[in-house]
């Protein structure tokens, strides 16, 4: 009878850690939108709907290195609670978007001009690639290590993203690992090396002054 019940409470805990997961994502909100606290309802109206600040892309050149504009909750709060948000990329020729992972979102990339060499790590630690066309989408799964390159010589490219969150998070991988103080002999031993080697990729990453 003991074991009977005992069967039954783990299969309602695991049905319940089931559907956790399958919902795991932005919470879901009991208002229309989120106003936020320092703005009276009274004031809000088109404009708190409107986010103006990719307009910076408009007629300006391309940027020399890799550069992401986001429109995510952080620039446009409208966006808390309604689960998604945008990125645009852009890519001068030879640049790279480093490995990193979105802890909170799928990414869905649609190429706009250019081309681009993309690809995902997924938990079995199987790479999956591909090569990008103008015109073309790529999904990035929720919360894998993933990347792109721009390896047309003589061309920049731009892409759009899309993210299922409001605030998808970003980790570098480089940046995560390399420059936040992690000890060197933890990183030597981590990463098969020695101490050497390592400070000599904290250097290469360390900002720029
Ligand atoms: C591209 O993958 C980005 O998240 O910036
Ligand atoms: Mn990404």
Known sequence: ?????????????????????????????LSDFVVPLNMSNGKIDGNFFTYTGMRVLVGSPYPSEFKVLKASKAEFPALDG?????????Y??????????????AELLFVIDGSLEVG????????????????DMFIFPKGL???????????HAMAVSAFGSASAGTVSVPLSVF???????????????????IQKLKAGLAPKH
């Open 179 to 197: 420059t936040t103080n992690i000890d060197d002999t933890i990183l030597a031993k981590a990463f098969k090396t020695d101490v050497a080697t």
């Open 92 to 105: 001068p020729s030879g640049s790279v978007n480093p490995p990193h992972t979105h802890p909170r979102a």
């Open 120 to 135: 995902f790590v997924d938990t079995t630690n199987k790479l999956y690639t591909q090569t990008l066309k103008l015109g």
């Open 1 to 29: 009878m003991a074991l009977t019940k005992l069967c039954f409470l783990l299969a309602v805990v695991a049905t319940f850690a089931a559907v956790q997961t399958a919902q795991a994502g932005d919470p879901d909100i």
């Open 82 to 90: 309604q689960s998604v948000s945008y990125a645009v990329l852009q």
């Open 145 to 155: 290590v993933h990347f792109q390159y721009n390896a047309d010589k003589d061309n």
